[in-house]
């Protein structure tokens, strides 16, 4: 680190901004929100500083003050919108041993401005040395979806109950604020419900401590497709709340990394070539972790209620006593669809989507792909790589001819995402051609105004 991050109380301290027009302005709007005594020094000033300088929020003097002012103050920005005039100036300060900065011109400040979250008293500061600002706003715009607009008030709050709260026990006490921030208290006031969230907070004080976990003692969450940003900010928050996390084969490592770094995470799917673990034994440990008190996610890949046996891990877990919740996910097709660009469904001419498998259970028999596929339906086919072969038989069988267009995406929100377009006939060659393998979805889709197969299969015999 080249520079130090730090808070400082700017009450009655001076800060003087030499410059009058727009880069001048810009910095009189950050610094009226702090309690800073502030001085703009400048021949002119530009319409909005003279309006301040009038209503008497900032002070406005026409010359350079001498050293020793420029030294007692707490910051002198140099924001002339002028680079020649800036070097002058910013010589001038840095002479006088005045911490300065010179607006856009990093090289010359002692001091740099962050990037700010302003969520006022929580301010977030995110610096990168100017080496990366536009980083640094992307980082910005990730937490201001992360920090809702009222989070400022919630901790004003707290602060104001801080005092109240001393009298419980430090163990107590920890807890109470983490259930404020991220149980009820914080939901509710979210949801504008402030003096319902304020009534639990002085209602828990009042009980000595948080209410037991108003949470489920399991989540089951959908990890999307691949890929951490398509994570539901439910689920992420759920993983980082984890201290055990089990988790299928089809994960995304990436998601894992979202989770807290002392969290145990254990993997129950079928590893390639290993035994799987049958679903026995995957309620058997879930049922057990949360029973010894462990907060428990079962990350399952893209959504927990697609092909994903949901009941009955659910039913499992409630047998036991234990409360459950789902937390949803982006299923494969909808990745899909989206890698394809191409909606599920289509106005007036795909009027419904079927999810299906290409496994086979054993002794189930197949899918009748074929009666699936009719005029204004799309199939999504999940699991369907090793069966190809049955699966374009069940098709052509019921009329469908070798040239309907058949699409595949591999591995869809990953970085390393394959697509196929090719034909029912060439299904199979194709996807061996372009080293398909699982996880891939296949994508059919019969649109209304096709013929319909049945009628194709009539005039073929005839
Ligand atoms: N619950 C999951 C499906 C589990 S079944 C979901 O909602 O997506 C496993 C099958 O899902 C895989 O065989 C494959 O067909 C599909 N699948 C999962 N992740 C995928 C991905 N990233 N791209 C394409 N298909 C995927």
Same mark, same amino acid.
């Given at each position: 680190?080249?520079?130090f991050?730090m808070f400082?109380r700017?009450?009655?301290?001076?800060?003087?901004i030499?410059g009058?027009?727009e880069?001048?302005?810009? &910095?009189?709007?950050?610094l009226l929100?702090?309690? *800073?005594?502030?001085?703009?020094v400048?021949?002119?000033l /530009?319409?909005?500083?003279?309006?301040?300088?009038q209503?008497?929020?900032?002070?406005?003097?026409?010359?350079?003050?001498?050293?020793?002012?420029?030294?007692?103050?707490?910051l002198?920005?140099?924001?002339?919108d002028c680079p020649?005039?800036?070097?002058?100036?910013?010589?001038?300060?840095?002479? !006088?041993?005045?911490?300065?900065?010179?607006?856009?011109?990093?090289?010359?400040?002692?001091?740099?401005?962050?990037?700010?979250?302003?969520?006022?008293?929580?301010?977030? !500061?995110i610096?990168?040395?100017?080496?990366?600002p536009v980083?640094?706003r992307?980082i910005k715009?990730k937490?201001? %979806?992360? $920090?809702?607009?009222?989070?400022g008030?919630l901790?004003?709050?707290? +602060?104001?109950?801080r005092?109240?709260?001393?009298? $419980?026990q430090?163990?107590e006490r920890r807890?109470l604020?983490?259930?404020?921030?991220?149980?009820s208290p914080?939901?509710?006031?979210?949801a504008?419900?402030?003096?319902?969230?304020?009534?639990?907070i002085k209602d *828990?004080?009042s009980a000595?401590?948080a209410?037991?976990?108003?949470?489920?003692?399991?989540?089951?969450?959908?990890a999307?497709p691949?890929g951490?940003?398509?994570?539901t900010l439910?689920?992420?928050?759920?993983?980082?709340?984890?201290d055990?996390?089990?988790?299928?084969?089809?994960? /995304?490592?990436?998601?894992?990394?979202?989770?807290?770094?002392?969290?145990?995470?254990?993997?129950?799917?079928?590893?390639?070539?290993?035994?799987?673990?049958?679903q026995d034994?995957?309620?058997?440990?879930?049922?057990?972790a949360?029973?010894a008190?462990q907060?428990?996610?079962?990350?399952?890949?893209?959504d927990?209620?697609?092909?994903?046996?949901?009941e009955?891990e659910?039913?499992a877990?409630?047998?036991s006593g234990l409360?459950?919740e #789902?937390?949803p996910?982006?299923?494969?097709?909808?990745?899909a !669809?989206?890698?394809? &660009?191409?909606?599920?469904?289509?106005? +007036?001419?795909?009027?419904?989507? %079927?999810?299906?498998?290409?496994?086979?259970?054993p002794g189930?028999?197949a899918?009748?792909?074929?009666?699936q596929? #009719?005029?204004?339906?799309a199939?999504?086919?999940?699991m369907?790589v090793?069966?190809?072969?049955e699966i374009?038989?069940s098709?052509?069988?019921?009329?469908h001819?070798?040239e309907?267009?058949?699409?595949?995406?591999?591995?869809?929100?990953?970085?390393?995402e394959?697509?196929l377009?090719?034909?029912?006939?060439?299904l199979?060659e194709?996807?061996?051609?372009?080293g398909?393998s699982?996880?891939?979805?296949?994508?059919?889709?019969?649109? &209304?105004?096709?013929?319909?197969?049945q009628?194709?299969q $009539?005039? !073929?015999?005839?």
């Open positions: 680190m080249q520079t991050p400082l700017m009450t009655d301290r001076e800060v003087i030499l009058g027009g880069q001048a302005a810009q &910095k009189c709007r950050l929100k702090t309690e *800073a005594r502030i001085t703009v400048w021949p002119e /530009d319409p909005e500083l003279e309006g301040l300088a209503a008497g929020r900032i002070a406005w003097e026409t010359n350079i003050p001498p050293s020793a002012r420029l030294s007692a103050a707490t002198v920005f140099v924001a002339t020649g005039s800036a070097h002058a100036l910013h010589a001038l300060a840095e002479d !006088a041993g005045a911490l300065t900065n010179v607006v856009d011109q990093p090289a010359l400040c002692d001091a740099l401005t962050p990037s700010i979250v302003d969520r006022d008293p929580v301010v977030v !500061a610096g990168t040395e100017g080496t990366a980083l640094a992307q715009s937490l201001e %979806t992360l $920090l809702e607009p009222g989070l008030d901790a004003s709050l707290a +602060g104001r109950l005092p109240a709260a001393a009298r $419980l430090p163990k807890n604020w983490r259930w404020v921030f991220s149980g914080r939901a509710r006031h979210k504008g419900a402030e003096r319902e969230a304020a009534q639990q *828990a004080i000595g401590g209410p037991k976990e108003d949470r489920a003692a399991v989540s089951i969450v959908g999307g691949g951490a940003d398509l994570m439910r689920g992420v928050q759920r993983l980082q709340e984890a055990i996390i089990f988790y299928d084969r089809l994960v /995304d490592p990436a998601v894992l990394e979202l989770a807290r770094r002392d969290a145990e995470r254990v993997l129950v799917g079928k590893a390639p070539g290993a035994a799987s673990w049958p034994r995957i309620n058997a440990v879930l049922v057990q949360a029973r008190g907060k428990v996610v079962r990350l399952k890949c893209g927990p209620a697609v092909f994903a046996r949901l009955e659910v039913e877990l409630e047998n409360s459950v #789902v937390v996910g982006i299923t494969a097709a909808s990745a !669809a989206a890698t394809l &660009k191409q909606g599920l469904t289509q106005r +007036g001419e795909i009027e419904s989507v %079927t999810l299906t498998t290409g496994h086979l259970k189930t028999g899918p009748d792909w074929g009666t596929l #009719v005029p204004g339906v199939l999504a086919i999940y369907g090793a069966n190809a072969g374009r038989d098709l052509l069988s019921r009329g001819t070798a309907h267009a058949v699409s595949v995406v591999a591995s869809a929100g990953h970085p390393e394959q697509t377009h090719t034909s029912l006939g060439r199979v194709d996807m061996a051609n372009a398909i699982n996880p891939a979805i296949l994508m059919i889709r019969h649109p &209304k105004s096709d013929a319909a197969p009628a194709r $009539l005039r !073929a015999v005839g």
